[in-house]
């Protein structure tokens, strides 16, 4: 039969039965839009989470390593982060000392540690702010206030003393900030004064910091790291679980609406090829064999996914720019549609198993059409 041929008698069996083809066409668009918001509303909800998360922490994702410490760096460099650093888990003030008046006898100095990072600034209004040049050297940073106090300047030692082995290790002062540039009084680069101390039999608890700049590569990321027996935490933890857990329920859902689309759909066009069976023994009468037979509802059918996947669209676009509009209010971050492909694929997936299911069932039925069942269909 020709392409020709085929299409006057699809538009003819359309005609003819309006009535059976809309109801199928209704039926296949509730059940793909059914699956099209499912995943669709999740996908961009994941996206809006992601996008905010990364916005709270200007592109600067914060993952806790515990376990790790500064000599471990090397252990987690081909992971992805993109800066890694440390940070103290408490400590016990140092004894410190200018000349022989011991820092803290008037009143309580705090002492802070910082790495070297990006977006760690010290801004000093006199001497060396912190950078990564200065951070393996024995320095140190005062506020004006401990510099008034004590009379120390750019250049004065500062002495720590250690009780253990009754020795003492020497800074030297490279910079003056004003104390509402910075909360310590005296700071310290947190790695030499690690090394120092362990070098002094003392250890500073500490742990390393991982970024990430996209907080979406954090699953990748923690799943990586667990493999390595590496203890990964961040502040959002539970949310990542749970939308992985969610993850997989909502295509679990997707797949049980497919599935029951699949056996709506082939139900109905069971029903229609009982109501049709004259009409089908008179194609078979005139001369026309089964297999064109088949190819005339397979084009009806086809036309009636495609049409149903395609205000399917329609409807979860005009259903996902609420959701969006509810999402951007919660959130107070623009909507990205990078979700909106997932909503896609799997809806054309869904009405690609639909229809060659339903051509299956049509080249069944189509196959056993005899004069018997034509009779018994006139009847009906």
Known sequence: ???????????????????????????????????????????????????????????????????????????????????????????????????????????????????????????????????????????????????????????????????????????????????????????????????????????VPHHLVGTLTESRSYIGVRKTLRDRYIVVRCEYDEVFDFLAIADIVIYILSAVTAIFGVWMFNNALGIMIRRRMVYLLKLRMIGIRSGSVLKIFCCTTAATVVISFVISRVVVFAFTDYINGLIEKFYQIGITTSGSYKGFLVTLAAGAIVYLFGVFKLRSAIGNVNLSQALEGSRA
Request: proline content about 2%; glycine content about 8%.
């Open 1 to 203: 039969m020709r392409f020709r041929e085929l299409c006057w008698f699809a538009k003819k069996e359309f005609s003819t039965c309006p009535f059976l083809y809309a109801g199928l066409l209704l039926l296949l668009v509730f059940a793909l839009s059914a699956i099209g918001m499912t995943v669709e509303t999740f996908s961009r909800s994941v996206e809006a989470f992601y996008d905010y998360v990364n916005k709270i922490g200007n592109n600067q994702f914060v993952c806790d390593l515990y376990g790790l410490q500064l000599d471990d760096r090397e252990l987690i460099e081909d992971v992805g982060f993109s800066e890694i650093y440390a940070v103290d888990d408490g400590w016990t003030d140092p004894l410190l000392y200018a000349g022989e008046k011991k820092l803290g006898d008037d009143f309580w100095e705090y002492v802070g540690l910082v790495y070297p990072r990006k977006g760690t600034d010290i801004r000093t209004y006199q001497g060396e702010g912190f950078n990564y040049t200065n951070d393996d050297d024995n320095v140190v940073w005062i506020s004006e206030e401990v510099a008034e106090k004590y009379d120390l300047s750019v250049g004065d030692e500062i002495i720590q003393k250690i009780v253990k082995d009754d020795s003492e290790i020497k800074y030297t002062v490279i910079g003056l900030y004003h104390p509402k540039e910075y909360d310590p009084d005296i700071v310290f680069a947190l790695d030499t004064y690690c090394f120092n101390m362990l070098e002094h039999g003392e250890f």
